[in-house]
């Protein structure tokens, strides 16, 4: 029997209180060599949402994951429609605040990184170079079979040729690009397979269930080596593809420092968690340190 993911934390009882005080923060950068990890929540302000919040995705949606993806055609038909939806989501979504302000934070050369755990581009969009998408991009495609990669949009072209009018109502879009439907909705939508191959095609990210490819958690824990401090960004750090990082970032004597509304599963590791919004935050801190976000 196929066990899925753990996708849900309960915060015990005594984690450390969240602050309003974003000044650690601003300390923090001041003194340069931050490795910034971001989450979901950093793009919320961008219109998509996160997982774990307040009205959170995963309060009425589970990801897909890569077993169901891989050895259930029904499950990958369903997610295509419903992914092929979300895709134009994603496609509409412009960087916010936050991203902005990470951004002139790496141009002011106060940052030595950027992980994100999102697959939505943002950080890039708002001018970030050098980002490590921990969980992959939405704008790609792998085949399963070749692994030959391409640009999501052409095969968002093809979609649309193949599945002409489709154009259901979702209920939400989620952070992983996926959308809510019925069966009724998806209805016959038709996949594509590989152009090259005829394999499976597959988004470029790691699903629920499957493991980040390890020469890329290498590449991270290199950046958390030479770093001065990690700031995480609206992450509830619930999997350990990114607590994983906090935790060898404390070990190492090194400060962690959370911006995010509700606790996370790293509190007991960082030395504050600003318990604010991240734009209002992030852009606040920007402004305090005399950097300009655009």
């Known amino acids: ?101 990470v951004a002139a934070f790496g141009r002011h050369g106060l940052l030595s990184g950027v992980i994100t755990q999102n697959v939505d581009g943002l950080h890039q969009a708002a001018g970030s170079d050098g980002v490590v998408e921990l969980h992959g991009g939405l704008d790609r495609v792998v085949c399963l079979g070749c692994g030959a990669v391409s640009a999501r949009a052409e095969l968002a072209r093809r979609l649309e040729e193949a599945n002409p009018g489709f154009a259901p109502v979702p209920a939400a879009t989620n952070p992983d690009g996926d959308t809510d439907l019925t069966d009724e909705q998806v209805g016959d939508f038709r996949v594509l397979p590989c152009e090259r191959c005829g394999g499976i095609l597959k988004p470029d990210v790691v699903f629920f269930g499957e493991n980040v490819p390890p020469d890329r958690v290498e590449h991270c824990r290199r950046l958390v080596r030479e770093a001065r401090s990690l700031l995480v960004l609206g992450s509830s750090l619930t999997v350990m593809s990114g607590l994983r990082f906090v935790r060898q970032t404390a070990e190492a004597g090194k400060p962690v420092l959370i911006v995010n509304r509700d606790p996370t599963r790293g509190d007991t590791y960082a030395e504050t968690r600003v318990a604010l919004p991240l734009g209002e935050t992030l852009g606040g801190v920007a402004e305090r340190l005399g950097v300009p976000l655009d």
């Not at 753990?6 to 923090?28: E, K, N």
């Open 1 to 101: 029997m196929r066990t899925r993911p753990t996708l849900t934390w309960t915060p015990p009882a005594g984690l450390p209180p969240g602050t309003t005080d974003p000044r650690p923060v601003a300390d923090a950068l001041r003194r340069g060599g931050v490795l910034v990890l971001s989450g979901a929540g950093i793009s919320t302000e961008s219109g998509i949402p996160d997982y774990r919040g307040e009205g959170g995705s995963l309060t009425r949606h589970t990801p897909m994951t890569y077993q169901d993806f891989v050895g259930d055609p029904r499950a990958r038909r369903r997610y295509w429609a419903r992914g092929h939806l979300g895709w134009r989501t994603f496609g509409r979504a412009r960087p916010n605040a936050g991203h902005r302000a």
